[in-house]
Structures are given as structure tokens and as C-alpha cells.
């Protein structure tokens, strides 16, 4: 029998962020996951944005969130000694009038005056953009599989991994300490992605499951170094590819990339530029989302030391870090969990 601090169910983003801190608290931890760290994060096109949406909505809680996202990877590309985050701009297209008198309202409005600029902005021919365009920034756009290769590589050497499938009903709660299979920990906590529906212990949630597509395609004629939001999302990812997506379906739940989304995507991306492009991979994902859109944090209201965190939906990249110690100065230095992000505002 080997003895814990933490078991962390789920090596996702969110798991593999929170057994980080975890770790530099000096605490002893294993992670138990069947996938070996594939999860939707995979398939994300890496953005912590400030304003979202044809409306210009500013990103909630931005204001602390950007910087602790900036904080904490530029500190863990120092000390994985990789390299996968750079900071950039969206390039938003005007698409009608109406965009673009929303852009006029917001662009000296001082909440908003940060992250956008007044200036309107004319594209080379191969995008459309009749209404011109306008820049937000800052924007940091992350490498996500480098980010989750390094992250990776570092908990193969500081903690115990566990490659099986978990089964919440062979979970043994004893005095104060939790078993599954030959571990024994202090504390467990679940991050479990969109598996968390499977989860006897924090069933009662009211998780949601978006399934998100998305094409990566090259095109050497676009030239494009900045991330394009028209009508739909294009990210540069070096060497002429580029991510375009995503989508959301709310009923379907397998990670088949389906004929229909592709089309989708296909016209929005031809809406979006005037030249050629190679579709090269078409990719699903199942994002962890929350009926209120805010991430579940928190202990369990029966089991002692039994903890969730977890519905990070399309914002795991700016949430993870900051809410992940936030967790973790709760049970190691008796925080607070905000009351927008704390489990017990659900019965």
C-alpha cells in the first residue's frame, strides 16, 4: 500500500495545473487517469481573451485572470525550461453596422479602453472585411500540446502516475483517508473533465457537456501572425496552419468529428478568407461546462477531505491556474473559495 497527500482523479489541464501547485507545497501526490492526460484542452485553440463575442463582452473576472495566467506560464516555461506561450492580438472583423456601432459605444468606455484599441483597421485582400476591423489586445495564445507534453514530462518525475480506468464505487472512505486499489491518501480530488457524469459523489452538480469542433488547415497565400475573429475563429499555429473553429453541440456526446460540423466550419471559414487552404485534420473535443458557465471548486458537503474541480468549459486556459490555487491555499492555508465558483451554491 502506497501512502498520499492528494489523489487526483483526471489528468487533464485542470488536474495536471492543480497536482503542479500541489507539488510546489511540497505535497505528496498520484494521479489515477485511463486517457493518460487527452482531454479537450487538446483540442482547444489556446486563447486567454479579453473580450469575446460579436457584442465585445468583456471575458468575467479578466481583470485577475490575465494576469495570473501570464504569471503562471511564464513561470512554468522557466521552470520546465520549454517554451509554448507568446502574447498576440485578435484581429475582430467587423461584419455589419451594428458591430460596428457596438465598438463605438465600447471603445471609450474605461472598462474596456485596456484591451481595445480605437483605431479602425484595413485587411489585405485576402480577408473580407468591408467594416473594417479593430485589435484587441492583450491576448496570450498558448501551444497546447507543448503546454500539456511539458507538464507531462514533469509529473512522470515529481509524483506517482496511475494509468487505469477509475471506479467511483471501488472508492473506499475511511477514518479520515480515502483507498482505491493500493493507494491511500489524505485528501482526493476529482478532475474529471466531462467523465465527471459518471461520478456517484458530485452527481447532483448540474454539469453540461458542449461538444466543440474544429478544422486545422494550411493556407501559405493568408500570411496571417495574428489570431482573426470574423465569422469564425482563425489561429496561426507556424508554418502556414491554422486552427479554425470551434463549434458547439449541446446533445451530441461522442468525439466522432461529424459531416455536419465540418460544413459548417468550412462555409464560416470561407466567409472569412479569399484564398486557398488545404484542410488537414478535423478534431472534436467534450468541454466540461456548468449551467451557470461559472467552475466547480469545493469540498464535498458529507465526505471530509473529498474535493471537485472541474467545468473549466472554453475558458480552462485563463481559469485553471488562477481557481487551481486558489483550491489549494483553501485546503493547505485555510483560503477562501469565491461564492461564484464554491459547490455549495448548489444543495
Same mark, same amino acid.
Given at each position: 500500500?502506497?501512502?498520499?497527500?492528494?489523489?487526483?482523479?483526471?489528468?487533464?489541464?485542470?488536474?495536471?495545473?492543480?497536482?503542479?501547485?500541489?507539488?510546489?507545497?511540497?505535497?505528496?501526490?498520484?494521479?489515477?487517469?485511463?486517457?493518460?492526460?487527452?482531454?479537450?484542452?487538446?483540442?482547444?485553440?489556446?486563447?486567454?481573451?479579453?473580450?469575446?463575442?460579436?457584442?465585445?463582452?468583456?471575458?468575467?473576472?479578466?481583470? $485577475?485572470?490575465? @494576469?495570473?495566467?501570464?504569471?503562471?506560464?511564464? =513561470? #512554468?516555461? +522557466?521552470? !520546465?525550461? *520549454?517554451?509554448?506561450? &507568446?502574447?498576440?492580438?485578435?484581429?475582430?472583423?467587423?461584419?455589419?453596422?451594428?458591430?460596428?456601432?457596438?465598438?463605438?459605444?465600447?471603445?471609450?468606455?474605461?472598462?474596456?479602453?485596456?484591451?481595445?484599441?480605437?483605431?479602425?483597421?484595413?485587411?489585405?485582400?485576402?480577408?473580407?472585411?468591408?467594416?473594417?476591423?479593430? $485589435?484587441?489586445? @492583450?491576448?496570450?495564445?498558448?501551444?497546447?500540446? =507543448? #503546454?500539456? +507534453?511539458? !507538464?507531462? *514530462?514533469?509529473?512522470? &518525475?515529481?509524483?506517482?502516475?496511475?494509468?487505469?480506468?477509475?471506479?467511483?464505487?471501488?472508492?473506499?472512505?475511511?477514518?479520515?483517508?480515502?483507498?482505491?486499489?493500493?493507494?491511500?491518501?489524505?485528501?482526493?480530488?476529482?478532475?474529471?473533465?466531462?467523465?465527471?457524469?459518471?461520478?456517484?459523489?458530485?452527481?447532483?452538480?448540474?454539469?453540461?457537456?458542449?461538444?466543440?469542433?474544429?478544422?486545422?488547415?494550411?493556407?501559405?497565400? !493568408?500570411?496571417?501572425?495574428?489570431?482573426?475573429?470574423?465569422?469564425?475563429?482563425?489561429?496561426?499555429?507556424?508554418?502556414?496552419?491554422?486552427?479554425?473553429?470551434?463549434?458547439?453541440?449541446?446533445?451530441?456526446?461522442?468525439?466522432?468529428?461529424?459531416?455536419?460540423?465540418?460544413?459548417?466550419?468550412?462555409?464560416?471559414?470561407?466567409?472569412?478568407?479569399?484564398?486557398?487552404?488545404?484542410?488537414?485534420?478535423?478534431?472534436?473535443?467534450?468541454?466540461?461546462?456548468?449551467?451557470?458557465?461559472?467552475?466547480?471548486?469545493?469540498?464535498?458537503?458529507?465526505?471530509?477531505?473529498?474535493?471537485?474541480?472541474?467545468?473549466?468549459?472554453?475558458?480552462?486556459?485563463?481559469?485553471?491556474?488562477?481557481?487551481?490555487?486558489?483550491?489549494?491555499?483553501?485546503?493547505?492555508?485555510?483560503?477562501?473559495?469565491?461564492?461564484?465558483?464554491?459547490?455549495?451554491?448548489?444543495?
Amino acid at each position: 500500500m502506497q501512502e498520499f497527500d492528494f489523489l487526483i482523479v483526471g489528468k487533464g489541464l485542470a488536474g495536471s495545473i492543480l497536482a503542479f501547485h500541489l507539488i510546489q507545497e511540497k505535497q505528496n501526490v498520484a494521479i489515477i487517469d485511463s486517457l493518460d492526460g487527452r482531454s479537450s484542452s487538446q483540442q482547444a485553440a489556446g486563447l486567454v481573451n479579453p473580450i469575446t463575442g460579436r457584442r465585445f463582452v468583456k471575458s468575467w473576472k479578466i481583470e $485577475e485572470l490575465f @494576469p495570473s495566467a501570464l504569471s503562471f506560464y511564464s =513561470n #512554468l516555461e +522557466r521552470e !520546465l525550461n *520549454t517554451s509554448f506561450l &507568446k502574447e498576440t492580438s485578435v484581429l475582430k472583423v467587423l461584419l455589419n453596422r451594428e458591430q460596428q456601432n457596438d465598438f463605438a459605444s465600447k471603445c471609450t468606455d474605461p472598462i474596456y479602453t485596456p484591451y481595445m484599441n480605437s483605431e479602425l483597421i484595413r485587411l489585405d485582400k485576402e480577408i473580407p472585411n468591408p467594416f473594417a476591423c479593430v $485589435e484587441i489586445k @492583450p491576448v496570450l495564445q498558448i501551444e497546447v500540446q =507543448n #503546454l500539456i +507534453r511539458a !507538464l507531462k *514530462t514533469y509529473l512522470n &518525475k515529481a509524483c506517482s502516475l496511475y494509468q487505469m480506468e477509475f471506479i467511483h464505487e471501488n472508492l473506499s472512505i475511511q477514518n479520515k483517508s480515502f483507498q482505491y486499489d493500493q493507494i491511500k491518501s489524505k485528501r482526493i480530488i476529482f478532475c474529471e473533465g466531462n467523465y465527471v457524469s459518471s461520478n456517484l459523489f458530485f452527481n447532483y452538480l448540474p454539469n453540461r457537456f458542449a461538444k466543440g469542433e474544429a478544422l486545422i488547415i494550411k493556407a501559405p497565400e !493568408l500570411k496571417l501572425n495574428l489570431v482573426l475573429s470574423s465569422h469564425i475563429n482563425i489561429c496561426p499555429l507556424g508554418k502556414d496552419k491554422y486552427y479554425v473553429g470551434a463549434t458547439y453541440n449541446w446533445d451530441d456526446r461522442s468525439l466522432k468529428p461529424s459531416e455536419e460540423k465540418k460544413a459548417f466550419l468550412i462555409e464560416r471559414l470561407e466567409s472569412s478568407i479569399n484564398c486557398t487552404y488545404e484542410i488537414l485534420e478535423q478534431i472534436a473535443g467534450i468541454r466540461p461546462t456548468v449551467l451557470d458557465r461559472r467552475p466547480l471548486l469545493g469540498e464535498h458537503p458529507k465526505h471530509q477531505g473529498m474535493y471537485i474541480f472541474n467545468g473549466m468549459g472554453t475558458k480552462g486556459l485563463s481559469l485553471a491556474p488562477y481557481f487551481s490555487k486558489q483550491l489549494v491555499d483553501c485546503i493547505l492555508h485555510q483560503g477562501a473559495i469565491e461564492p461564484e465558483v464554491n459547490i455549495n451554491r448548489f444543495s
